[in-house]
């Protein structure tokens, strides 16, 4: 019984681990110029719950990348493992 109780928390903490990690997007804002065709992606990167914290999300570093002069829509996506490493990116669309 005692290892049966073993085995079973051994994968529940591993399914928490494995299932803590998640990515969402969220609009961020839009205005009236047309969506486009190009994109831009810009990206930070915290490490212990943003302690250590590198890289450059803007809207104008999106916007730079991609090559957009009329920014139409920005969405950011944020990828998180248990506050250990947190991705930003800042997707920016427009002319």
Not at 36 to 43: C, D, F, H, I, P
Not at 66 to 86: K, P, R
Request: glycine share 10%.
């Amino acid at each position: 019984m005692n290892k049966t109780r073993k085995i079973l928390l051994a994968n529940l903490l591993g399914c928490i681990i494995l299932c803590s990690a998640c990515t969402t997007t969220r609009p961020f804002a839009i205005s009236s110029n047309p969506i486009g065709t190009k994109v831009g992606r810009a990206s930070s990167q915290a490490y212990l719950g943003g302690l250590l914290i590198g890289g450059d999300a803007s809207i104008q570093a999106a916007a730079k990348q991609g090559g957009i002069n009329h920014v139409a829509t920005v969405d950011v996506e944020t990828f998180n493992f248990l506050y250990l490493f947190i991705k930003r990116t800042t997707v920016v669309t427009g002319e």
